[in-house]
């Protein structure tokens, strides 16, 4: 599986913009890069994904660069509830869809 | 659309003792996975579900655990003669699968185990 690099922990305040980045340098093309969110003692919740293009929705953004090794969730305003794990997955559209692979993903704290 | 469900949210067991866990997906979806997290980590693939069929296993599936979809709805998790190292939270997922598709999976809160 193409792996994904992000920063342990970013810190943000409350009704700011937020940009947490996520490096794969190694995507392929029928990869789709996919972000999960999980907050304290919940299960993960889907936030977006795309493959090519940049994408939106009411939840937030996601900016996929050019040559698609790296891309940024963006999350318009910050509010405290969106203090969570965010995960970066690259899933494939081949065969191997069925699983996603997690890794640490980066612990976003919101200052009020 | 009323989630994914898991039953119980929590499972306190002595070692050695048998548990089973059970998983109700979105009623549309093929597709049901199971995962397994510990504290700090990102959750582990360990099976998933098309329909009734069990069309891949993690090797962190040791022989102890089965996982069942009898009818292509809920599906349960056992784990026998558990061990301290099962202690984890066990999420459940469910997805709807269509040819070229690559649909976001859908998370349960998931079935927090402890082993005494």
């Known amino acids: 599986d193409a792996k994904t690099t992000q920063p342990n922990s970013m810190e943000s305040n409350e009704e700011e913009p937020v940009h947490l980045p996520c490096n794969h340098s190694?995507?392929?093309?029928?990869?789709?890069i996919h972000w999960y969110r999980q907050l304290p003692s919940q299960g993960p919740e889907y936030v977006i994904h795309?493959?090519?293009s940049n994408v939106n929705n009411r939840m937030a953004s996601l900016a996929i660069a050019e040559d698609r090794k790296s891309s940024t969730l963006i999350l318009h305003r910050a509010t405290l509830r969106d203090a969570a794990v965010y995960y970066c997955i690259l899933s494939s559209s081949g065969g191997s869809n069925y699983k996603l692979t997690f890794g640490k993903g980066t612990l976003l704290t919101v200052n009020p | 659309d009323t989630g994914v469900s898991q039953d119980p949210r929590h499972k306190i067991t002595k070692r050695g003792q048998n548990v089973t866990f059970r998983c109700d997906p979105i009623?549309?979806?093929?597709?049901l996975y199971w995962y397994r997290q510990t504290l700090g980590q990102g959750p582990e693939f360990l099976t998933y579900f098309q329909n009734e069929a069990q069309l891949e296993k993690s090797r962190l599936l040791s022989d102890r655990f089965s996982a069942e979809r009898p009818k292509g709805s809920f599906s349960t998790l056992e784990i026998q003669r558990t061990e301290q190292g099962d202690s984890a939270m066990y999420l459940c997922a469910s997805s709807h699968h269509d040819r070229g598709g690559n649909q976001p999976q859908h998370f349960g809160d998931g079935t927090r185990l402890s082993i005494l």
């Open positions: 009623s549309e979806h093929n597709r």
């Open positions: 795309g493959l090519t």
């Open positions: 190694t995507i392929s093309g029928t990869d789709y």
